[in-house]
């Protein structure tokens, strides 16, 4: 079936690190992909998504690439900052029509200033 | 323009009760979804809500049960309430048929004692 796979946190950086989630997925067809952030206390917030292969989907200063060849869609951010503490969820739905999002466990993000 | 709103905030119930929880969704929005976010893990969906039917629904039993009302607003019951159900719980809403677009509330915990 579908599903997402993502690293496992709590993954802490120091501020202005570069910072990498993997995330890899298993889907039929040609799923969308997203990643979601979730701040403490919060609900979801969509971070950005991509809907077909090679798209690249960015906002706030992440990029993710949809890789359909190693089925991957990894969060990258050149520089974090503290406010970038979160939980951070890469997810999908089998297309743009369908009804749920399927969810990775979630990776914990803690930045130190 | 008021997002995805839930209520109440927080809950406390006891094994064996019943529990309603509320859904107003994102203004022009017609279609309310439920998620299941246990302690440290992905959301998981529990079923969708369109034109007051259930269009789609999850892996979860019979005592997950919902309801759509004309003005799009929707209720999430749980009946006969177990310790495993104790959890934070979203609403997400979106047109039918866009995923892509589903924006969440801020959740409600329910802790079952």
Request: hydrophobic residues 30%; glycine residues 10%.
């Amino acid at each position: 079936g579908n599903s997402v796979t993502q690293m496992e946190g709590p993954v802490t950086l120091s501020e202005e690190a570069f910072l990498t989630i993997n995330c890899t997925y298993t889907a039929t067809g040609y799923p969308s992909l997203f990643w979601y952030v979730q701040y403490p206390g919060e609900g979801l917030q969509l971070l950005l998504k991509a809907t077909k292969a090679d798209d690249k989907g960015s906002n706030k200063g992440f990029e993710a690439t949809y890789r359909k060849e190693t089925t991957s869609f990894h969060l990258e951010k050149g520089s974090v900052q503290v406010s970038d503490s979160a939980v951070y969820f890469c997810a999908l739905s089998r297309s743009s029509s369908a009804s749920k999002i399927i969810f990775g466990s979630g990776t914990r993000l803690s930045i130190r200033p | 323009d008021a997002g995805v709103t839930q209520s109440p905030t927080h809950l406390i119930k006891t094994r064996g009760q019943q529990v309603t929880l509320r859904c107003s969704p994102k203004s022009g929005h017609d279609t309310v979804s439920w998620y299941q976010q246990a302690l440290g893990q992905g959301p998981q969906f529990i079923f969708q809500y369109y034109e007051e039917e259930e269009r789609q629904r999850g892996n979860f039993p019979d005592r997950f049960s919902g309801h759509q009302f004309p003005n799009y607003s929707s209720e999430l019951n749980v009946n006969a309430l177990l310790l495993g159900d104790s959890a934070l719980y979203l609403c997400a809403s979106s047109l039918l048929g866009q995923a892509n677009e589903q924006y969440f509330g801020p959740g409600t915990r329910l802790t079952v004692t």
